[in-house]
């Protein structure tokens, strides 16, 4: 797992910014009729780095308060869309488009998973191209003149029973994929608060008080065993991928396991008052009865 200090999974948000504007996308909604619909596609859109959303023959204004509610931070998307009469003169600059549809067409056409899609969009856009992803009606889709007239076909695969999504997810989900195929950063990556993973050193001295201790209190005697079971303690540690502060930790807790409240425990830090026992975890986490 890469390790990040606290930071979101990309680090470099103005590099991905940058990479992710290059030549994205442009929406068309083809007679959108639902203003919550042309609001909560601009906000996919912005969540996505793309900008240019067109609206072929709108059926609703985008700008009415019911599509600002739901743009919530893609406002401005909504305020560049530009209206076109025909989903011809809404794709004349494009050179490249897609047609997303739930239903099979009989057409000689590409047909590419949204995933699919994506990372040939990125060739496509790499390449300089403009590009255009085409949404249908919400009632009906597009039409096959409208599917006709893009060069490929992008079908999110969905449960075959009820594969129809609602208009503006289906522009999430495209514009997701699209988003995800530019993102070279990390999958995973391990927020270290406020610490750092511990040095060899450090695991090693860790190793060697954990050892001494044992062999003290006669959890290592057998002479035979002794060394398989270090082995096998340093390993579950080593699995643990202690930070700094966990290594401080666990030695305060062989020392404390080592002297506790016994007599001949060395004097603790001046001033420093030993506190009554709390109640273990275990018991309090135990479900009333
Ligand atoms: N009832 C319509 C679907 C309307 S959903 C029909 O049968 O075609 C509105 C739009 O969302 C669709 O036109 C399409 O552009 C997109 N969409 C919804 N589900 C999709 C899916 N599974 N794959 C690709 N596009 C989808």
């Known amino acids: 797992m890469t390790r990040s200090p606290a930071a979101p999974l990309h680090q470099d948000k103005g590099r991905l910014i940058a990479k992710v504007a290059a030549n994205s996308p442009c929406v068309i909604l083809v007679e959108p009729r639902l203003a919550e619909n042309l609001g909560t596609t601009s906000r996919a859109m912005r969540n996505c780095g ?14 009415s308060d019911k599509a600002l509610a739901a743009a919530s931070g893609g406002e401005k998307i909504l305020e560049n869309a ?4 025909t989903v011809a003169e809404a794709i004349a600059d494009l050179q490249r488009t897609y047609a997303t549809t739930a239903r099979r067409r009989e057409m000689v056409k590409p047909i590419f998973t949204a995933k699919g899609a994506a990372s040939d969009m990125r060739g496509h856009a ?4 403009k590009i255009g992803i085409l949404f249908g009606r919400e009632r009906h889709g597009l039409t ?3 599917v006709g007239l893009c060069d490929a076909i992008v079908e999110i695969p969905m449960n075959p029973e009820h594969s129809s999504l609602n208009l503006a997810q289906a522009v999430l989900v495209v514009s997701y994929e699209w988003f995800q195929a530019g993102y070279d950063g990390p999958q995973a990556t391990m927020a270290f608060n406020r610490t750092e993973p511990a040095a ?35 390993n579950m540690l080593l699995r643990a991928e202690l930070t700094e502060q966990e290594v401080r930790t666990f030695h305060g807790i062989i020392k404390e396991l080592r002297y506790g409240r016994r007599p001949d425990r060395p004097p603790r830090q001046p001033g420093v008052k030993a506190e009554p026992p709390p109640e273990p975890i275990s018991s309090r986490m135990r479900r009333p009865r």
Request: aromatic share 6%.
């Open 200 to 234: 060899k050193k450090d695991i090693m001295d860790l190793f060697v008080h954990l050892e001494r201790e044992l062999v003290e209190c006669g959890f290592l005697r057998d002479p035979e065993k002794h060394t398989l079971m270090v082995i096998n303690i340093r």
């Open 144 to 146: 096959s003149d409208e």
């Open 50 to 63: 793309l900008t240019d959303l067109r609206l072929v023959d709108p059926k609703v204004d985008w700008l």
């Open 126 to 129: 790499e390449a300089g191209k």
């Open 82 to 85: 530009r209206s076109f009469n």
